[in-house]
Nanobody
Framework: QVQLEESGGGLVQAGDRLRLSCAVS?????????????VGWFRQAPGKEREFVAA????????RYADSVKGRFTVYRDFAENTVALQMIGLKPEDTAVYYC?????????????????WGPGTQVTVSS
């Protein structure tokens, strides 16, 4: 059973920055043994559906973003910490949501869909105006 853990959420003001991290509980992403691993970030605001934010492709280091966060969010692999980080700058009140990381194989799951097999419990990000 793959368990993911998010960290780094919190309460910030509009315009601030925040860095979220996603780690494999008790292990590393390399040891998951998932072919063409993709690690995705999603978010869900109250009363709304879970939406795609960003994704990192393990084998070719490709990154993808939702239009709403392009230029403000950066997803990358943190080699030192064995995590996949989501650096967020220029935060807006509409970025307020619970942020989830997820992992799956790109061979079976489209990176932008919330159909990943493995999910973390989420971390709250609240941006005040």
């Amino acid at each position: 059973q793959v368990q993911l853990e998010e960290s780094g959420g919190g309460l910030v003001q509009a315009g601030d920055r925040l860095r979220l991290s996603c780690a494999v509980s008790g292990g590393t992403f390399d040891r998951l043994g998932i072919s063409y691993l993709i690690v995705g970030w999603f978010r869900q605001a109250p009363g709304k559906e879970r939406e795609f934010v960003a994704a990192y492709s393990w084998h070719d280091r490709t990154t993808r973003y939702a239009d709403s966060v392009k230029g403000r969010f950066t997803v990358y692999r943190d080699f030192a910490e064995n995590t996949v980080a989501l650096q967020m700058i220029g935060l807006k009140p509409e970025d307020t949501a619970v942020y989830y990381c997820a992992a799956d194989s790109g061979l079976t799951t489209a990176y932008y869909t919330p159909n990943y097999h493995h999910w973390g419990p989420g971390t709250q990000v609240t941006v005040s105006s």
